[in-house]
């Protein structure tokens, strides 16, 4: 049984509906995701258990050459009427892509598919009605809280000036969203999370393809491949969160940049979460080509082979892919064991942007295991950091709040934040750490720039030889 039975047994409606399911709050939240919606006036009027009324404005935004509604607009609006009715059965638990949450404690919701009819054309605001039947609430309930996926049909009408204009049955999908995750029992990954791990890797590409700096300069050719319009357009909305995040993903980019590059006759990088990093691309354009090793989910390196097989200004670069599950899989000997990595040569390790996402525990096993790859004096690790002040609200930026925010309702909520990763490292096995706020690197007063971190740590302990 899902986590989220006990919220739902503990909490009213009356408490569910203030919290999570009011009108004027999902409205608002809809309308800051799907900015369609906002620019047509789409609006929730009234919500019960297992019941939403919405209204489609007729104005100069929603009709079409006739003066009528947008067909189109309709079945958007059958969409959202729907998919709320079944959000409001499921008490207590946020929906991923509207509410702040995270994986262990939401539902995804999507649509499967629509039949819709129109029966006359609207000429007036457009009212949509959508009830679960009485003969589904159970049902639909039961499933979800016992952990099963919910395949639901669900009737919306359409009446204006008292006709009905259109009937739709609308097909969805709900399941708890920590189900999504591949397990060893269940290896096979489904397509939503697939989307998920495409749309953060693009994210961070259209990230590093837009930024820029007075200070730094990045070559971001491949980056705006590897991001295409989806990654720029993810990048886009978490900007207008956070105007900072840029300069500090540039930042951590051009410092990690150089941590390679300084590096005397570096023979291996490894890139742990190598989504699509397009680093090996960019660095060592001459004689001078290390071994990378990208290690990621095997479903996240198809994507990424697939986008750089679409490369046509592709440098030749040594690369070896290592299908591995930071949560599951013993990474040390993932890599230890392969034919073609040696911890005696001179190895850059690349931590980054995943820190935050992993529990204590689970980032104490990654750089414990990180430090058993590192047995050349040379080598180093890089890895990143947000404050515990990030995590657990009490940074003294607003700004960081309405960042968190977005990821949150993104489904990627920050769980983990260091105000001394040289002590964390110490306790992993490596000896020495220098540690840079971004806003140093970057050469800005920027407070909120100093809530994130970059370390980079040598002298680990010594490894036999192979």
């Known amino acids: 049984m899902v986590g989220s039975q006990v919220g739902h047994a503990a909490i009213s409606w009356q408490q569910d509906y203030a919290d999570r399911m009011n009108p004027t709050l999902v409205t608002g939240l809809l309308h800051e995701a799907v900015p369609a919606l906002k620019s047509i006036d789409w609006r929730i009027t009234e919500v019960?258990?297992?019941?939403c009324v919405t209204e489609l404005p007729l104005c100069y935004a929603s009709?079409?050459?006739?003066?009528?509604?947008?067909?189109?607009?309709?079945?958007?609006?059958?969409?959202?009427?729907?998919g709320i009715a079944l959000a409001s059965l499921l008490r207590a638990v946020p929906i991923v892509g509207v509410h702040p949450c995270h994986e262990?404690?939401?539902?995804?919701?999507?649509?499967?598919s629509m039949d819709v009819k129109y029966r006359i054309p609207s000429t007036g605001h457009l009212r949509g009605v959508c009830e679960v039947?009485?003969?589904?609430?159970?049902?639909?309930?039961?499933?979800?809280?016992?952990?099963?996926?919910?395949?639901?049909?669900?009737?919306?009408t359409f009446t204006a000036n008292g006709d009905v204009v259109a009937e739709a049955e609308m097909k969805y999908f709900a399941q708890p969203s920590i189900q999504l995750r591949p397990t060893k029992e269940q290896p096979q990954i489904s397509p939503l999370y697939k989307h998920k791990l495409k749309s953060s890797a693009r994210m961070?590409?259209?990230?590093?393809?837009?930024?820029?700096?007075?200070?730094?300069r990045l070559d971001a050719g491949h980056e705006r491949?590897?991001?295409g319009p989806h990654g720029e357009l993810l990048a886009m909305r978490l900007c207008r969160v956070l105007p900072q995040l840029q300069d500090m993903v540039l930042a951590r980019t051009a410092h990690i940049d150089q941590t390679i590059t300084d590096v005397?006759?570096?023979?291996?990088?490894?890139i742990l979460g190598a989504g699509l990093d397009m680093r090996p691309f960019r660095l060592f354009a001459g004689d001078r080509k290390p071994i990378y090793f990208e290690l990621d989910l095997p479903e996240m390196l198809e994507e990424r082979t697939r986008v750089i097989s679409q490369m046509k200004d592709r440098p030749d670069v040594r690369r070896r892919m290592v299908g591995a599950d930071f949560k599951q899989d013993d990474v040390a000997r993932l890599l230890l064991e392969h034919p073609d990595f040696d911890p005696q040569l001179p190895t850059v390790v690349v931590y980054e942007g995943c820190s935050m996402y992993f529990s204590k525990a689970e980032n104490r096993r990654i750089l414990n295991a990180a430090s058993e790859w590192l047995g050349h004096r040379d080598s180093r690790i890089w890895c990143d950091f947000v404050t515990q002040g990030v995590v657990d609200g009490t940074s003294q930026h607003p700004a960081v709040a309405k960042f968190?925010?977005?990821?949150?309702e993104l489904g990627e909520r920050f769980i983990f934040g260091c105000d001394r990763p040289a002590e964390l490292l110490r306790q992993c096995g490596f000896a020495t750490t220098e540690t840079t706020p971004s806003g140093q690197h970057l050469r800005s007063t920027d407070p909120l720039l100093s809530e994130y971190q970059f370390a980079v740590s040598t002298g680990v302990r010594p490894t036999k030889p192979r």
């Open 204 to 216: 961070i590409a259209g990230l590093r393809a837009s930024s820029q700096h007075e200070h730094l």
């Open 404 to 408: 968190l925010e977005g990821m949150e």
């Open 104 to 112: 262990d404690d939401s539902a995804s919701l999507w649509l499967a």
């Open 133 to 156: 039947p009485e003969s589904l609430v159970n049902k639909v309930r039961q499933r979800y809280f016992a952990g099963k996926r919910v395949l639901v049909t669900l009737p919306v």
């Open 48 to 51: 019960r258990e297992g019941m």
């Open 264 to 270: 005397e006759n570096l023979q291996q990088v490894v």
């Open 225 to 227: 491949q590897a991001a």
């Open 63 to 82: 009709t079409n050459q006739h003066g009528t509604h947008q067909a189109a607009l309709i079945s958007l609006s059958a969409d959202y009427t729907g």
